[in-house]
């Protein structure tokens, strides 16, 4: 009997282990969206959004209000709501103002149309594209595609370019390491819908950036952002990017979660 009472015991106190364990792991923080990373000996950061657990959002500044211009007058902006941000990254080309110059949505309205025009610059360089979305499903197109297939106005959208990755292939005009070397951001969307936030730390040329998001983050599709201004907010490790004038922001937040 002894022994049938210290065995019952012990599967007792591994079941009760097991339950302690289980309790832990779902009371345990995701980890924090940005981390650091490294390809091809270039210094990177690398932010993931999570349908699972962020939303996505663009914004140009307050409600009738001028462009933030910077991630710290977002934050600022914010006020309280400051501590539902996950990370936030500028991404959108933009004139002088800070106000788009592609395809822009904010809130399901509509600030300006898609920009198909011939021109100089990185904007320019064809094909450019969009990062948009709605219900926590995010996508990448390229501009012509997007005219093509998408058909109602998502939540949210920004246009810039080039293109870095195109269904599953580098942007035609990319060396494989080109000369024009400079900080860089950009985002691309794996084939489980998260979206994947990269800024460069060093220089780094248009090829090398693309076959990140290619190669090392399996993103079929994946769009430049902006250049020498790319800048970073990451609450987390209190990194909040100054610099030149910015212009549309994203801003990734944390998924509210409903009380039980």
Same mark, same amino acid.
């Given at each position: 009997m ?16 097991r339950?302690?364990d289980? +309790?832990?792991?779902?009371?345990? $923080? $995701? ?14 950061t ?12 663009v *914004?140009?500044? $307050?409600?009738d ?9 977002l934050?600022?902006?914010m ?20 106000m $788009? ?8 309205n509509?600030?300006? !149309? ?14 450019? %594209? *969009? @990062?948009?979305?709605?219900? %926590? ?8 595609d ?19 990755v =195109? ?6 005009? @990319?060396? +494989? ?17 998260? +979206?994947?936030? *990269?800024?460069?730390?060093?220089? =780094?040329?248009?090829?090398? @950036? ?8 399996n !993103?079929?599709?994946?769009? @430049? ?12 490790t209190?990194? *909040? ?7 549309p922001?994203?801003?990734v ?8």
């Amino acid at each position: 009997m002894r022994i049938l009472l210290s065995a019952l015991a012990a599967l007792a106190l591994a079941a009760c282990d097991r339950a302690r364990d289980t +309790a832990s792991a779902q009371e345990a $923080p $995701p980890p924090p969206p940005c981390s650091s990373a490294t390809f091809e000996d270039t210094p990177l950061t690398h932010c993931i959004a999570d349908p699972a657990q962020h939303t996505v959002r663009v *914004v140009l500044g $307050p409600e009738d209000g001028s462009p933030y211009r910077s991630l710290s007058e977002l934050a600022v902006g914010m006020g309280e709501k400051a501590s539902r941000v996950a990370f936030a990254v500028n991404g959108g080309m933009f004139d002088a103002d800070g106000m $788009p110059i592609g395809y822009y949505v904010e809130d399901s309205n509509r600030r300006h !149309t898609l920009n198909r025009n011939e021109g100089w610059g990185n904007f320019h360089l064809q094909p450019n %594209g *969009v @990062f948009y979305g709605s219900d %926590g499903k995010w996508a990448v197109r390229a501009s012509d595609d997007f005219a093509a297939h998408v058909k109602k106005r998502p939540e949210f959208g920004t246009q810039s370019g080039p293109m870095l990755v =195109i269904d599953g292939k580098l942007h035609p005009r @990319f060396d +494989a390491d080109g000369p024009s070397r400079k900080l860089r951001n950009g985002v691309g969307v794996d084939k489980h819908g998260r +979206a994947h936030f *990269v800024i460069s730390e060093a220089p =780094i040329s248009f090829g090398k @950036f693309a076959r990140y998001f290619r190669d090392e983050l399996n !993103t079929p599709n994946a769009l @430049f952002l902006d250049g020498s201004v790319s800048s970073l907010w990451d609450p987390n490790t209190g990194r *909040v990017d100054g610099g030149p004038p910015l212009g549309p922001l994203i801003v990734v937040e944390k998924r509210h979660k409903a009380k039980p």
